[in-house]
């Protein structure tokens, strides 16, 4: 599953912030490196549940085409109450972390970085997070690592994200497990 894939480059580049902050360990030893471990780790990937035809069934009235009580109910577990929407909060989460790094990035960075360092994946509103070249020198680029450890709490809103995020890989999971079993029940359904 794609959106996994990204989440967990977004948690490799936070084990790395995180290590820089707690550890002084330079990503490869390069400052600039470091810099986009912290940026890469604000990237966000909310799920988005795609339901169009089953609202579309549900306000037109016609989820009674569906003749199996069974499987109406679990769509609608699925639709309504199942993993994925109790789990929204967690799954389309933007943490305070986003805002602070990228408040305290200076805006030829950010630029930068938007640039050269992601591909957008086409047809799909996500990006794959590439290493790229320092736009900037040494001594800049550790200034921006102090202006983000300079941050009252950003360690801890980077520790929070990553368990977050932890958090909505196994949320996904099951969400796709749940998936998995509803289409073949429908498929069964179908085969009748």
Known sequence: MLLRKIIRHVQEQSRTAIAYAEEGELSEGS????????????????YRSEDTTYRELMNAGD???????????????????GTGPNNLFVLQLVPEYRANVRGNTPSRVSRHIWAKCFRELTGVQLETLL?????????????????????????????????????????????RGSAEVLAQRVRDELGK
């Open 31 to 46: 400052h600039w490196k470091t810099v986009l471990a912290f940026y890469q780790s604000s990237q966000v990937a909310p």
């Open 63 to 81: 989820l009674s085409l569906i003749r199996n009580e069974k499987l109406r109910d679990a769509l609608a577990k699925y639709y309504v109450t």
């Open 131 to 175: 290493d790229c070249e320092s736009p900037v020198s040494d001594a800049t680029a550790q200034a921006i690592l102090d202006s983000y450890l300079a941050v009252p709490g950003l360690l801890s809103e980077l520790r929070f994200w990553i368990t977050t995020q932890e958090t909505g890989i196994a949320l996904l999971g099951g969400v």
